[in-house]
């Protein structure tokens, strides 16, 4: 029996309340590299085609019908593209938008329909792009073959905490307990796209995609802040190093999703920062990055990474609370102070709309990157000052984060339909 095997079995017998786990998956399928602009809207409708595509090869026509958020801001983040590149080199594909039709399982849900050539449907899938790149269905998640199978346990914060202060061990050395041993060779992958993104969008200049023509401000941000005294420089390489990343997502790059295509900017920015400054190895890197996934999958499972569903609360607030954790690691900040930090982080992103003008991940987005991988160093240094001890726990910010976020009008989840999205329609 593996170590982790009899460490959680000798915890669970030692704690009924534990015995009735929900199981939760492995931190690949939170970090997964691909291309951007959205894990929701280019990375999930890209997979499900492809799937659809395989088992229709010979049907006459394909239609996809796209629904609800996906519809209304499929044009901005390349989800008709994503679904046309996959599908057109077998079978002739037609796109149907329907922005006003909101399937009641989930804000992003797509139809694929096969054709023969009577114009019969031969074969009809519904499914649904919940975030992360992930896929489901009414009946919950969709594998697509390449997914790990479930390893945690656990899957709250509280009793992970409960679990390191017992043992005496960290969050990383959970996520060792519990992954195989090939998940550091992957978070490697992962540290390696990483750093490659920020390099490339440190290196590019000129105008991002879309009829915005946002500027790109990384290289810009980068040069000035090198010339400024070390505190302003700081904050200004951080800066540099999260718009870096989201502007090569914003143009179709190689990224992670770190929880999102959307929010990939800030977990990058803090750790490169990080390690630049302070001269953290690579193991230490990427144990940090273990803790953070581990903290993007807690409310992954237990809420919700989907901006379409939540807001962007979900999207960069966890990604800033997943950044202020691995910081809190790297400082060797005890498990309760990185438990305070991450709460943190989600805590006062709280609310947080997604609003994206003209559906493009571009605006507000880019900035808000830049903006929480400060964020979440605040958070880092706020907690490091406390011994970790205080009264919202992260679990129950993630209940709170999930209402919250079913109670937002859905003018402000991914919609383009409220916001600053309306504003600059206006
Ligand atoms: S506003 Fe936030 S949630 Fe919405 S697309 Fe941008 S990054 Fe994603």
């Not at 914003?250 to 400054?277: D, E, M, R, W």
């Not at 803790?291 to 901006?307: D, E, F, M, R």
């Not at 605040?378 to 011994?387: I, V």
């Amino acid at each position: 029996m593996r170590r982790a095997e009899t460490l959680t079995k000798a915890y669970k017998i030692n704690n009924n309340s534990h015995q009735h786990r929900i199981i939760m998956k492995s931190i690949r399928e939170l970090y997964r590299i691909g291309i951007g602009p959205s894990s929701s809207h280019t990375m999930g409708p890209r997979s499900a085609a492809l799937t659809f595509v395989d088992r229709n090869k010979s049907a006459a026509k394909i239609q996809t019908t796209l629904y609800g958020s996906l519809a209304a801001t499929g044009k901005g983040h390349l989800t008709d593209k994503a679904i046309i590149d996959s599908i057109e080199p077998h079978v002739p594909v037609e796109i149907i938008w329907q922005p006003t039709v909101f399937l009641p399982f989930h804000p992003n849900g797509m139809k694929f329909e096969a054709f023969d050539e009577n114009g019969n449907v031969t074969d009809s899938w519904t499914v649904y792009s919940v975030g992360g790149g992930q896929l489901a269905d009414e009946n919950g998640p969709i594998s697509s073959g390449a997914e790990s199978p479930d390893v945690y346990s656990m899957s709250t914060m509280t009793e992970i905490l409960e679990w390191c202060q017992k043992y005496g061990r960290s969050y990383w050395e959970y996520v060792d307990e519990c992954e195989s041993p090939e998940i550091w060779d992957y978070l490697a992958e992962v540290w390696q796209t990483m750093r490659e993104a920020i390099e490339r969008g440190l290196d590019c200049e000129g105008v991002l995609p879309g009829p915005l023509n946002l500027p790109r401000r990384a290289a810009t941000y980068h040069v000035r802040a090198s010339g400024y005294k070390s505190n302003l420089q700081s904050r200004g390489l951080v800066f540099s190093y999260a718009l870096a990343v989201s502007e090569e997502n914003a143009s179709g790059g190689k990224i992670v999703t770190a929880p999102t295509c959307g929010s990939c900017g800030v977990v990058p920015a803090v750790l490169y920062h990080l390690q630049k400054s302070r001269e953290f190895s690579n193991a230490r890197i990427y144990r940090a990055l273990a803790t953070a996934g581990l903290v993007g999958n807690i409310v992954k499972h237990n809420a919700s990474i989907s901006g379409a569903e939540v807001g962007c609360q979900g999207e960069v607030g966890v990604a800033c609370a997943m950044a202020a954790a691995a910081a809190n690691q790297l400082f060797g900040g005890s498990p309760a102070q990185i438990e305070y930090a991450a709460e943190m982080g989600l805590e006062h992103h709280l609310g947080m709309t997604c609003d994206p003008v003209c559906g493009l991940v571009q605006i507000p987005c880019i900035e808000r990157n830049a903006y929480a991988a400060a964020r979440a160093l605040d958070a880092n240094l706020y907690s490091a000052f406390t011994d970790g001890g205080h009264r919202v726990s992260f679990d129950r910010v993630v209940e709170v984060m999930k209402q919250t976020g079913h109670d937002l009008p859905s003018i402000y989840k991914e919609t383009g339909e409220g916001g600053l999205a309306r504003t600059w329609r206006e």
